[in-house]
């Protein structure tokens, strides 16, 4: 019998910058584990074929990433829930001849928020999320799951907003940016899922006067790892809670299709990939 090493990969173009080898080189050492996993630029033309010749190059599973999840959720011959929803696949497995996908990002999201802010959504009616674009989708349907009953979709082009918000039902309502100081008034949580405050960008300018102290404030920005942003709601006072840990929570289910383990999200792994962020070695 001829032995392979399993191996997995994410799939994107660009991919240099994925920091998802770290992470699931850290976990295959950890649990003592024998894997491989590494990146494969792939230009979108080449994509179906790529995936149609996966398993014939040696791969078990692998993550998309940008700007290949519309097509990958397209090309499953099962998907979950959460990819149909969104129709969107970042994360594919083999089950015997089927080619599974998920979508992580929710499950990301959430563990995240879970692990850094504890009973964060035992008190959940309003949201209000900044941004329209494939990462808003994600979010809203987290925050759909855990029962938010009032989602403001805040964007600089109201028109995407009132697509993306059409699509999700009547919870979600789509909110001119001048109104958001009024959409931040009894908010439970400000989610920021625009590239603003991202390195080499912007920061986001907002007045959060009318956001009540409590309300969780949270971005999926998390390069630098504090946003203009996050500092702002940690200088007011409002609990904060960074992006990288959805990063590092959206790849566990992933490690598991493919290794058979389950692995977690320690202090260990977050600190890596923060010295990776900051070049300070930890
Ligand atoms: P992603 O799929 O990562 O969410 P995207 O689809 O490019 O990325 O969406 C980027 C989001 O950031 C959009 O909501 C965009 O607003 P528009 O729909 O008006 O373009 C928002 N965004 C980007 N630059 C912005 C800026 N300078 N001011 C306000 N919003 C901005």
Known sequence: MI???PKACVIGHPIAHSRSPIIHGYWLKELGLEGHYGREDVLPEHFSA??????????IGCNVTLP?????????DRASVRAKELQVANTLWFEGDTLCGDNTDIEGFLANLDDRATGWSKKLDKAVILGAGGASAS?????????????????????????????????????????LAQALEHADLLVNTTSLGMKGQPDLDLDLASLPLSALVT???????????LRQARQRG????????MLLHQAVPGFEHWFG??????????????ADITGVAP
Do not use: C, M
């Open 3 to 5: 032995y392979h090493t």
């Open 261 to 274: 383990k389950r692995p977690t999200v320690t202090p260990a792994l977050r600190a890596l990939i923060e």
């Open 50 to 59: 790529f995936i149609g010749s996966l398993r014939s190059n040696g791969y």
């Open 219 to 229: 971005d999926i920005v998390y390069v630098p790892l504090e946003t203009g942003l």
């Open 238 to 245: 409002n609990p904060v809670a960074d992006g990288l840990g």
């Open 139 to 179: 979010i809203i349907a987290a925050l759909k799951e855990r029962g938010a009953s009032d989602i403001r979709l805040v964007n600089r082009t109201l028109a995407r907003a009132e697509t993306l918000a059409q699509r999700f039902g009547p919870t979600v309502h789509a909110t001119e940016w001048s109104d």
């Open 68 to 76: 290949h999840k519309e097509a990958a959720f397209r090309l499953v």
